[in-house]
């Protein structure tokens, strides 16, 4: 217990060197895992990569669900279209090119190559955002990331595992049915309980706030349990659900996120710091170029082709297409996916290991830095702040109504704007106002600043509208009603 704790702590003072450095945690979890392994100071043997892969697939649940109940429907929609093309034909071309140089370049049989083309070719959200939230970027470009590492997940784990399977390989087409079959039940699975849960918890109203963010977890891991045990893609069920649940303007939702956040924090510290101990340092050397030729192949043209192709239906200027292909950092799922053919007891999947690991390493070092400078060159930074307004809302069962928690972040528009001119709809008043710790009731002309904390009290029939224009004003200010949602942004 106390080397745990002491991993923990560490782990999380590492977040503040992360995000000084620009370099994605993961990197600073995995050298963690290495200095405790066979080959640094405290000399650990761990070799069960089964268990490595059952942990790892636990961890991914959670960390899907964090980034499920964390992505807002309003922006991913209109990148919906762009993300499934690259999650689907985007990563075909991608294990193509990479399978083919891993073949040709390093001498693998067509199946290792294949294997590490579909390993390598998931990103990973909690990679991408640890360096994008550093640097704010239009809205287009962030909800596409996000589309992506959401959906690419599912249908590179379906072809990994049939590329493992012992036996003969299926035909290409039997596979390309296969994945169709097993996305779309775990599409239709992920929202049936994502809805139900929502309409479920919208509805009961439980003993105690800490109850909602435990039941929102387990919707979303009985998303994923329920949509593989009807052999469909249970990665692909819980990040719908988690959506979903996400969306639902649930009660005490700033809180389930938050919890979510944590358990996604302890999923990666957990996950990242146990395959450092999986790998075996002096064993990299021997395929370092290996992984550094495939790996180079993979960044400069597998990725770009494959952004190229997928986004040329839509119209996406060259910069955020740029900015995209450089974007596709790899993180904890290739690792942990190439644990499959190791458990399959796969010829050479000792190499693929190695091989993976080094690439993710190597080329998450590469890319993690330079993704600000890169999007600051490309004029697609911004130094606006885009943060929504934080609002919580709780239950008040006996009188049908609605206890609103309204936090204004840094240069909200609500700042400056009066109680008075929130104009809520009837039925809903702002009852106090906390402000540098003291609380007071407001007048009609009392002036909104930024770090005030609003408690709003709304009728049933009311909360919804309540919350729309309260976002609307953070977004739009005063004038959100004649302006517009989009021109208020």
């Known amino acids: 217990m106390l080397i ?3 991993v923990l702590l560490v782990s999380v003072a590492a977040v503040r060197i992360s995000s000084r450095s620009g370099l994605p945690s993961l990197l600073i979890y995995l050298g963690i895992g290495v200095a405790m392994g066979q ?68 001498g693998l049989d067509w199946r290792q190559a294949l294997i590490i083309g579909a390993v390598v070719s998931s990103t990973d959200a909690a990679a991408v955002f640890s360096v994008l939230r550093r640097v704010p970027l239009p809205t287009r470009v962030t909800s596409v990331l996000e589309a992506e590492s959401g959906f690419n997940d599912a249908p590179v784990v379906i072809i990994v595992v049939a590329l493992s399977a012992t036996g003969h390989v299926s035909s290409w087409y039997v596979l390309v049915g296969e994945i169709l079959l097993e996305l779309l039940i775990g599409a239709c699975v992920g929202i049936a309980v994502g ?60 809180a389930n996120r938050g919890f979510a956040e944590g358990l996604g924090w302890i999923a990666q510290i957990g996950m990242f710091v146990l395959l450092g101990l999986l790998v075996t340092p002096h064993e990299l050397g021997d395929d370092f170029w290996a992984a550094v030729m495939v790996g180079l192949v993979l960044t400069v043209v597998a990725r770009p082709l494959s952004v190229l192709v997928s986004l040329a239906p839509f119209r996406i200027p060259r910069a955020e297409q740029i900015l995209v292909s450089w974007a596709g950092l790899r993180g904890a799922v290739p690792i942990i996916l190439a644990t499959i053919p190791m458990v399959s007891g796969i010829d050479g999947s000792r190499r ?35 943060s929504d307004l934080g609002i919580e809302s709780a239950p008040l069962e006996r009188l049908r109504g609605h ?53 709003v009290v709304a009728t049933d029939p009311v909360r919804d509208a309540v919350e729309e224009r309260l976002r609307a004003v953070g977004q739009g200010g005063k004038l959100a009603s004649w302006l517009g949602p989009a021109d208020g942004r």
């Open 195 to 254: 809805y139900v849960g929502a309409f479920g918890l919208r509805r009961v109203a439980l003993p105690a706030s800490g109850l909602y963010p435990i039941a929102v977890m387990a919707i979303a891991v009985s998303a994923y349990a329920l949509g593989a045990t009807a052999h469909g893609s249970g990665f692909l069920s819980v990040y719908l659900a988690s959506m979903i649940l996400g969306n639902a303007r649930l009660p005490h939702a700033p």
């Open 352 to 386: 693929i290991f190695n091989i993976v690991f080094v690439l993710v390493v190597v080329y998450t070092l590469v890319q993690g830095p330079t993704l600000p400078w890169l999007a600051k060159a490309l004029r697609l930074s911004s130094s606006s702040d885009t």
């Open 4 to 6: 745990c704790s002491l």
């Open 39 to 106: 080959d640094g100071l405290f000399h650990v043997r761990f070799d069960n990569a089964e268990l490595t892969q059952v942990i790892g697939y636990a961890a991914l649940v959670v960390i899907l669900a964090e980034g499920g109940l964390g992505t807002k429907w309003k922006d991913i929609k209109s990148s919906l279209p762009v993300g499934i093309t690259l999650s689907t034909l985007g990563v075909g071309i991608s294990i193509g090119v990479t399978a083919a140089a891993a073949h040709y370049l390093v």
């Open 403 to 455: 206890l609103l928690s309204v936090a204004i972040p840094r240069r909200s528009k609500m700042h400056g704007v009066e109680v008075g001119e929130l104009r809520l709809p009837q039925g809903a008043a702002v009852t106090l106002v906390v402000r540098n710790e003291r609380s007071f009731v407001p007048q009609p002309s009392t002036l909104l600043q930024r770090g005030d904390e609003l408690l």
